[in-house]
Nanobody, 123 residues
Framework: QVQLVESGGGLVQAGGSLRLSCAAS????????MGWFRQAPGKERELVAA????????YYQDSVKGRFTISRDNAKNTVYLQMNSLKPEDTAVYYC????????????????WGQGTQVTVSS
């Protein structure tokens, strides 16, 4: 049974930082590209960042470039999202997702999802 479990969300003031983690089990983690998505109330789920199987390639949505960093540790079956200089518009539920193909931004193409972790940025 595949499980992706996110942690690290919370309430933070604008300008602050959070580090999200996503621990994977039940799959060959190093065979999957990983993505972090977010969904704000009333909005569609959107890809924030993605990383290749080895971690050698990354993608960022324009709005988070220079502020967020995605990384992974295949020995720990974990992917991370370091979020710095947070803004109120970053407020959303953040999800990690696994996909055998790197580069897709369409949520329905991803194979496995975590339950999400809430990130709230106050102004």
């Amino acid at each position: 049974q595949v499980q992706l479990v996110e942690s690290g969300g919370g309430l933070v003031q604008a300008g602050g930082s959070l580090r999200l983690s996503c621990a994977a089990s039940g799959l060959t983690f190093s065979s999957y590209a990983m993505g972090w998505f977010r969904q704000a109330p009333g909005k569609e789920r959107e890809l924030v960042a993605a990383i290749t199987w080895s971690g050698g390639g990354t993608y960022y949505q324009d709005s988070v470039k220079g502020r967020f960093t995605i990384s992974r540790d295949n020995a720990k079956n974990t992917v991370y999202l370091q979020m710095n200089s947070l803004k109120p518009e970053d407020t959303a539920v953040y999800y990690c997702a696994a996909h055998m193909t790197y580069g897709d931004s369409i949520p329905r193409l991803y194979d496995y999802w975590g339950q999400g972790t809430q990130v709230t940025v106050s102004s």
